[in-house]
């Protein structure tokens, strides 16, 4: 007969690796390449985590890169903000990927933004090539 500390520490084990794959990001293309490329994965923080804002979008500052609800694309995109300008008093960035020529099409107004790369120091978190799995069990 199994043990309820068994079940118990196999329902933590379930709910850590639940949050732990909320907090990563596969990377798709090749838009932000040098700073990590197509099958890496990213990690990062989220602006609504079930009612938890683990950081506030207002903070959010030239460089970073963030993960948002493209107007233009059917999935989330991975770029990095280049300007924050306000329109009729409403902040808006203005993101690019670092190996594109332009930026996005469009501005991205606080509520299309979803997450944030996680940094130590200058260094954005990647972890390289282990997404490459997913990619394909996606067919992307």
């Known amino acids: 007969m199994t043990d309820w500390k068994e079940i118990a520490s196999y329902a933590v ?9 909320q ?30 804002h683990e950081f506030d979008v207002k903070d959010i500052q030239k460089g970073d890169v963030v993960v948002y609800d493209a107007k233009w694309f059917n999935q989330p995109v991975i770029h990095r903000v ?12 203005m993101i690019k990927g670092d190996n594109n020529k332009s930026p996005d099409p469009y501005y991205v107004s606080p509520d299309q933004i979803q997450s944030k790369v996680v940094t130590i120091g200058d260094n954005l978190v990647v972890i390289p090539k282990i997404g490459y799995l997913s990619l394909w069990l996606r067919g992307l």
């Open 82 to 93: 280049i300007d924050i300008v306000s329109i009729n008093g409403t902040t808006m960035y």
């Open 23 to 52: 907090h990563l990001n596969v990377v798709v293309s090749g838009s932000m390449e040098p700073a990590f490329y197509r099958g890496d994965i990213v990690l990062v923080e989220k602006a609504d985590f079930f009612g938890i």
């Open 13 to 21: 084990i379930l709910i850590i690796v639940l949050i732990a794959a």
